[in-house]
């Protein structure tokens, strides 16, 4: 077992956890506190959308929790059902963020754009990634583990590119959810803060843990070269 392996799978698997947790326990504290608008998460996003002229793009519900989503194919709005049906201020935060990716979708935000066009090649890569960084490894074989390493980059440049897609959908619907009134006084919106930001950390975490397995293969490239 390899400890640099062990070192990076520690490192990432506390990161991973703590951003889970801080997620979990912000949208349950917020989850429990009414906006006093009395929306709910789906009738602030039916107002988002229509507002910045998306009529066309539908709100869904969908099972399971924090399953809340922009479906850029379908053009879609898609909330879990707490989200959908509740009129706390973590339902209508995180509606109004998934409005947030729509509206950048009808703008053509550069950073969306790109993320979307590298789909069909992260699929590719992030499939192909493990099997040659292992193969590389095992055998030895330098070639392998380099060509490993550039489909993998493709893989951490897909999360360093999401970060500011997320920040700017999160921008985006603080400031629609104050001048539109769906929250009122400092309490809702640090409570907005707070759920976006614990959100946001997912994606922090994400990349976080990616650039660090990168760093990992990197150095194991080097440490092959200089054994060869």
Not at 50 to 76: F, K, W
Request: aromatic content about 10%; hydrophobic content about 50%; some cysteine.
């Amino acid at each position: 077992m390899n400890p640099i392996f062990v070192l990076v799978s520690i490192i990432g698997l506390v990161i991973t956890l703590w951003a889970q947790w801080k997620v979990r326990g912000n949208y349950q504290i917020w989850s429990r506190v009414r906006a006093r608008s009395g929306l709910t998460g789906a009738e602030v996003a039916r107002r988002i959308l229509d507002r910045n002229g998306l009529y066309h793009v539908p709100v869904q519900m969908v099972p399971g929790s924090l399953t809340d989503h922009y479906d850029p194919t379908a053009r879609a709005v898609r909330l879990s059902e707490h989200v959908y049906t509740s009129d706390s201020i973590a339902a209508i935060s995180v509606a109004a963020h998934e409005c947030g990716h729509a509206i950048q979708h009808k703008e053509a935000y550069g950073a969306l754009v790109f993320r979307h066009r590298m789909v069909p090649v992260l699929n590719i890569a992030s499939g192909l990634a493990p099997f040659l960084l292992m193969a590389g490894i095992f055998f030895k074989f330098t070639g392998l583990l380099m060509l490993g390493l550039i489909f993998f980059s493709v893989v951490v440049l897909f999360h360093l590119v999401t970060l500011p897609v997320e920040y700017n959908a999160s921008s985006r619907a603080k400031k629609i959810m104050a001048i539109e009134g769906f929250v009122h006084g400092p309490e809702e919106e640090r409570g907005v803060r707070r759920v976006l930001g614990a959100a946001a950390l997912t994606y922090v975490a994400g990349a976080l843990v990616a650039l660090l397995e990168l760093l990992q293969y990197v150095f194991i490239l080097f440490f092959q070269n200089d054994r060869d």
